[in-house]
């Protein structure tokens, strides 16, 4: 809706701007009609039509601009709003898994099942050797999976 009280604006004011042209033009003629003493072959008279040419341009371009604002659609916003789901921890059969990597896996599985591999060794209280190694072999029984962040791995349960 805004566009098209713009575009009639734009046309509005570009036809008001045409008349006074128009007007500025005929003065300008009167003026050299009286003033000039070579006739109609004056030089004057050449410069008031490029300067009419160009100014009817500039009053053309803005309608064209004024209709095409007129003419089109309004872009309309789409909100899409989300509801955040409360993430339930991850479940994994942890009966082939040893005393090590269960503590590991409850660990990853209480955090969403997603954690940084820096946070496992805070958390678990076990060397940064031991948990590679650890995570090695669940990432060998495709327990979970570890992408490269950084300095550090993000661990995935799968």
């Given amino acids: 809706m805004k566009n098209k009280y713009v575009g009639l604006l734009m046309i509005g004011i570009s036809i008001i701007i045409g008349i006074i042209v128009f007007l500025f033009n005929n ?33 053309g371009i803005i309608i064209i601009i004024g209709v095409i604002l007129l003419l089109s659609k309004e872009e ?52 940064k050797v031991k948990v590679t190694r650890i995570l090695d072999k669940l990432e060998g029984k495709q327990f979970i999976e570890r992408k490269r962040r950084g300095m550090t791995n993000v661990v995935i349960l799968k």
């Avoid at 898994?97 to 496992?120: C, M």
Wanted: charged letters at 25%.
């Fill in 27 to 59: 003065a300008l003629t009167t003026i050299v009609n009286a003033s000039c003493t070579h006739g109609t072959s004056c030089p004057m008279y050449g410069t008031i039509n490029i300067q009419t040419y160009i100014s009817l341009s500039l009053v």
């Fill in 76 to 127: 309309r916003q789409i909100i899409v709003k989300k509801v955040k789901e409360k993430k339930q921890p991850k479940k994994i059969d942890v009966a082939r898994l040893d005393k090590d990597e269960k503590v590991l896996g409850k660990i990853i599985a209480d955090a969403q099942g997603t954690i940084f591999q820096s946070e496992l060794v805070e958390k678990s209280g076990f060397d």
